[in-house]
C-alpha cells in the first residue's frame, strides 16, 4: 500500500526502545522503525556533562509528567520527570549503575513469571555492558575496586567511573565511618553481582575516557546508525495503536503526528512493541482501547481487549534530602552510596516486622478499594507479604542513602527503597496530546514514612559518626529548630512530606505478571489479549528494585529482544 510498513515498530527511542531496536536490526533481513518523540541531543551539553545533573530538568528535553493533588503527602502536585529525546531517561539521569538485590529478581518467577529470575537476568546485565575498569590515574588512591565477574566487557553500554566522582578524600574516611555505626554498615566492593547491603564506590553510564555521560542512543543507536534497516523517526508523536480487521487483537501499525504536525499512519508487518516508559506505554494502551471499559467508554474510546489492569500498581520511591554545611569546599559533584538492611536501618527491626506483618491486610484492603477492587485485595496482599520476606528475611536494602559534597555543603539525599503504596496512571481525554491522571498515591501506607524518617535518623547518626564527623558542620536542612534532634515520628512527619519529590522510579503500570493476578503482559512480554503488542520498558517490572531503573532496564530489553527474535 502507499504508508511505509516495517517488520517492527518500537514505539519510543529511549533507554529500552533503542536496546530491542538495535538488537532486531542486527538481523539484515529485519526492517525497523523507531518513533520518538523528542529529538537528538547528541551535542547537548545539558546531556553530556558528567558534573550536569539536572540542567535538563525543565528544559524542552523533560516530559515533567504531573501527578494529581498527592492526598497523604501534604495534598500538592509532584513532578515526575522523563527525558524527551532520542536515548529517553537516560539522557536526564543520574548515571547511577547499581543493579538490584538478586532475591528481589527472584520474586519475579515467584508470582508466576516462569524463568525470570537473577539467574537468567544477570547474563543480560553483562550483555549489554562495556565495563571500563579502574585504570585511569584519577582513581589512584580512591578505593575503587569491582568484581570482574559481575561485569561485562563486550556490550555497547559504556559503564565506569568518571573523573569528577570520586577524587576528594571522602571515600576512605566514609569507608571507616560506616563500620563505626550502631549497627556496622560494611564494605561492599562491588554491589552489582546481586548483593548489595553495605558502603559502596558504585560505577556510573559514563564514558571514562571521554567523561561524557553514555547514554541509551551514544551506546545503542550511533555506532549503528548507518544499518539501513534500522530507522528512526524523530520528533514524532505515536498517538495510538491501529488495528487489522477482525476478531483477534491485532496491531497492524501506529497512528503518529510527524514534526510538520500532519498526522499519518505507519504500518507494522509482524509486531508493535512499546517502549514509551512507564508513565507513556500504559497510556497510549487505553488511547487504543486496551484497557478498562469503564475508564474507555468514559472518554468515547471502543474498548478492543478488556484488560482492566491497564496503568495499575504504580510504584514510584519518594526522595528527601538532609543537608549540612561542609567544612572544606569540594569542586566536584561526587557521591557516596549506601545500602542499609532493616536491622542496620532499625534498632528494634524485629518489633517493625512484626506491626508491619499485621498490617499487610489492611494494607491490601486499601490498594484495592483505591482502584475500585480492579487489582484484589488478596494478590496484594500476597505481594506484600513477598515483600515483606525480602526485606525481613532475604534482607534487602531497606533504604538508600547517598552523600554528596559540592562547593561548602555536604548533601545528601535518600529514600525507602521499596515503598508499599501503589497508584494508577490513566488516560483522562481521548486526545493523544493531553496529560494523563497520574496518582503514585506517596505515602499513603504508613510503612513508606517510617521508612523514610527511619533513614533520616542514619543519616544524622552517620554525621556524628567519626571520622566522617569530623567533615562537617551544622544541620542546615531541616535543622534541629526545625525537626529536634530527638524528634519522634510525628515531629519528622511535615518535613519530610512538605520536602519531598518523586524519585523518578516509576513502574509497573503493565506489570509483568499472571493476568489472573493483576498482570498486564505475560512473561514473553506481550499484552495480554493481544497477538502482536509488547512492553518492554519499566512499565513491566512487578516489583521496585533497590538498585536504580536503568541497569535493570536495560537488561530487560536486551532479554525482550532475545524473546522477540526467538532465542529465548
Ligand atoms: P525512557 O523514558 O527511557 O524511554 C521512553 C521514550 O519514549 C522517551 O524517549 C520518550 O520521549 C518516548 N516517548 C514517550 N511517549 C511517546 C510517544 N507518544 N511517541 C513517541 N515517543 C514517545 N536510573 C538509574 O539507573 N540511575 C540513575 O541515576 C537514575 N536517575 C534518574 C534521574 C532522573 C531525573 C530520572 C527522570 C530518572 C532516573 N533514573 C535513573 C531512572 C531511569 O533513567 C529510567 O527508569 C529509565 O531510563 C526508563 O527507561 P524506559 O525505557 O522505561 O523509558
Request: net charge negative.
Amino acid at each position: 500500500g502507499a504508508e511505509p510498513t516495517y517488520d517492527y515498530i518500537v514505539v519510543g527511542g529511549g533507554t529500552s526502545g533503542l536496546v530491542v531496536a538495535n538488537r532486531l536490526s542486527e538481523n539484515d533481513d529485519i526492517n525497523v522503525l523507531v518513533i520518538e518523540a523528542g529529538g537528538s541531543v547528541y551535542n547537548n551539553p545539558n546531556v553530556t556533562s558528567t558534573t550536569g545533573y539536572g540542567k535538563a530538568f525543565g528544559t524542552a528535553i523533560d516530559w515533567a509528567y504531573k501527578t494529581v493533588d498527592q492526598e497523604y503527602a501534604g495534598n500538592y502536585p509532584q513532578t515526575v520527570r522523563a527525558g524527551k529525546a532520542l536515548g529517553g531517561t537516560s539522557t536526564i539521569n543520574g548515571m547511577v549503575y547499581l543493579r538490584a538485590q538478586s532475591a528481589q529478581i527472584d520474586a519475579w518467577e515467584e508470582i508466576g513469571n516462569k524463568d525470570w529470575n537473577w539467574k537468567n537476568l544477570f547474563p543480560y546485565y553483562r550483555k549489554g555492558e562495556h565495563f571500563q575498569g579502574t585504570n585511569y590515574s584519577w582513581l589512584e588512591g580512591s578505593g575503587v575496586a569491582y568484581d570482574p565477574a559481575f561485569h561485562g566487557f563486550d556490550g555497547p553500554l559504556k559503564v565506569g567511573w568518571s573523573e569528577t566522582q570520586l577524587n576528594d578524600g571522602l571515600a576512605q574516611k566514609l569507608n571507616t565511618t560506616y563500620p563505626n555505626m550502631p549497627v556496622p554498615v560494611p564494605y561492599n566492593i562491588d554491589p552489582n553481582g546481586g548483593k548489595m547491603i553495605g558502603y559502596a564506590l558504585y560505577p556510573k553510564t559514563v564514558d571514562s575516557k571521554l567523561n561524557i555521560r553514555e547514554d541509551a542512543a551514544r551506546a545503542y543507536y550511533y555506532p549503528y546508525k548507518a544499518r539501513s534497516n534500522l530507522h528512526v523517526w524523530l520528533n514524532t508523536n505515536a498517538n495510538k495503536l491501529t488495528w487489522k480487521t477482525g476478531d483477534e487483537a491485532t496491531a497492524d501499525g501506529v497512528e503518529v503526528t510527524l514534526a510538520n504536525g500532519t498526522t499519518t499512519v505507519v504500518k507494522a508487518s509482524r509486531e508493535v512493541i512499546l517502549a514509551a516508559g512507564a508513565l507513556k506505554s500504559p497510556v497510549l494502551l487505553e488511547l487504543s482501547g486496551v484497557g478498562n471499559p469503564d475508564i474507555l467508554s468514559k472518554y468515547g474510546i471502543g474498548t478492543k481487549v478488556n484488560l482492566p489492569t491497564v496503568g495499575e500498581n504504580l510504584q514510584d520511591q519518594m526522595n528527601n534530602g538532609l543537608t549540612y554545611d561542609a567544612k572544606t569546599s569540594y569542586s566536584n559533584l561526587a557521591d557516596y552510596v549506601a545500602y542499609p538492611s532493616v536491622t542496620q536501618l532499625f534498632s528494634n527491626a524485629t518489633a517493625v516486622g512484626a506491626q508491619l506483618l499485621s498490617k499487610l491486610p489492611a494494607y491490601a484492603a486499601q490498594v484495592a478499594s483505591a482502584n475500585g477492587n480492579v487489582t484484589k485485595a488478596a494478590d496484594i496482599e500476597r505481594f506484600f507479604k513477598i515483600q515483606w520476606n525480602l526485606i525481613f528475611k532475604s534482607h534487602i536494602p531497606v533504604a538508600e542513602v547517598l552523600v554528596e559534597p559540592s562547593g561548602t555543603t555536604m548533601g545528601t539525599e535518600y529514600w525507602g527503597s521499596v515503598p508499599f503504596s501503589r497508584g494508577n496512571i490513566h488516560i483522562s481525554s481521548a486526545n493523544p496530546t493531553a496529560a494523563a491522571t497520574i496518582d503514585p498515591k506517596y505515602f499513603m501506607l504508613d510503612f513508606d514514612l517510617h521508612a523514610q524518617i527511619q533513614a533520616a535518623r542514619f543519616i544524622r547518626q552517620l554525621f556524628k559518626t567519626e571520622p566522617f564527623a569530623d567533615m562537617a558542620g551544622a544541620e542546615t536542612k531541616p535543622g534541629f529548630s526545625t525537626v529536634a534532634a530527638n524528634a519522634n515520628d510525628q515531629g519528622w512527619s511535615s518535613f519530610i512530606k512538605n520536602n519531598f519529590r518523586s524519585n523518578f522510579h516509576p513502574i509497573s503500570t503493565a506489570a509483568m505478571m499472571p493476568k489472573d493476578i493483576g498482570g498486564v503482559v505475560d512473561s514473553s512480554l506481550k499484552v495480554y489479549g493481544t497477538s502482536n503488542i509488547r512492553i518492554v520498558d519499566a512499565s513491566v517490572i512487578p516489583f521496585q528494585v533497590c538498585g536504580h531503573l536503568q541497569s535493570t532496564v536495560y537488561a530487560i530489553a536486551e532479554r525482550a529482544a532475545d524473546i522477540i527474535k526467538g532465542q529465548i
